[in-house]
């Protein structure tokens, strides 16, 4: 069974998984209905008007059993879209809620923002809001991140993200011109922005015949490839890698790779070793040649 893709994961998590009585009854459920289908676990009363269609997911659950919706980093990583360390739920709860439940983990995070207005389940924010909230709660690299990973999967336009950034604080806004959706991965974006701070010419997603796409040609000589794990794992693509290296030593360009793990989490030192192979090597090539 193939996995699904960004976009499957996003209308999975925005059907109607939790619905109230009054929706219950629209679907021509009676009341001992209800109680029957909680009993032989089909539904879940997760708190007052609120059920659950089972099986139904642990952070969702404890979200509408506290009296918000998942929001933030947490719904934004189960759709698949780049966070950079969901280390707690982050759950979006509307001022001026009432019969709030204390969450039942320290680790938890309640947003107590104002609601955009956008239709949603009762189960999960609306998308930019989500997106919103992340770009607050994270680090602006991570943040200029999950914007790329928003817009690659077309999960939002560009002129609904611009509409998003004009309803941020001001000190926000400096982040939308960083932003790049022809960034396939989280650590692509971290190394654009390392390619930005050190001041050299690139190109992003460049087509070079007899190699193919690469993430980036740095000073049209340095290819660099932002492995990962999640989408260079096998042997299989080990080799294809290798293969596409060699051929693009014989045109004269130079192929690094730095680990994703890296990129994420020792930034000083990417950064460096970039700087430092350009400067060593950078003499010796002329731009190439390239489709």
Known sequence: MRPWTINERAAALYSSIVLDRAELLARRMTGRAITRAIDSGQLRRLRRDRYAIEPVDPDIAEAVRIGGRLSCISLLSQIGVFVHVVDALHVHVVPGSSRIRPPRSRRTILHWQSWSGQPSPLHVAPLADAVAQAIRCQAPRASVATVDSVLHHGLMTREEVILMFSQLPVRFRPLLALIDASAGSGPETFMRLILRALGVAFETQVLIEGVG???????????????????????????????????????????????????????????????????????????????
Not at 228 to 253: C, L, P, T
Not at 259 to 265: F, G, T
Not at 271 to 283: D, L, T, Y
């Open 213 to 291: 796409r690469v993430d980036f040609l740095v000073e049209g000589w340095l290819i660099i490839e932002c492995d990962s794990k999640e989408f260079h794992e096998g042997w299989a693509k080990q080799v294809d890698d290798r293969r596409r290296d060699m051929a693009a030593a014989m045109q004269g360009y130079v192929t690094i790779r730095p680990l994703a793990v890296d990129i994420l989490r020792n930034d000083p030192t990417v950064r460096q070793a970039v700087a430092e192979v350009i400067r060593v090597m950078g003499p010796r090539f002329r731009p190439t040649t390239r489709s």
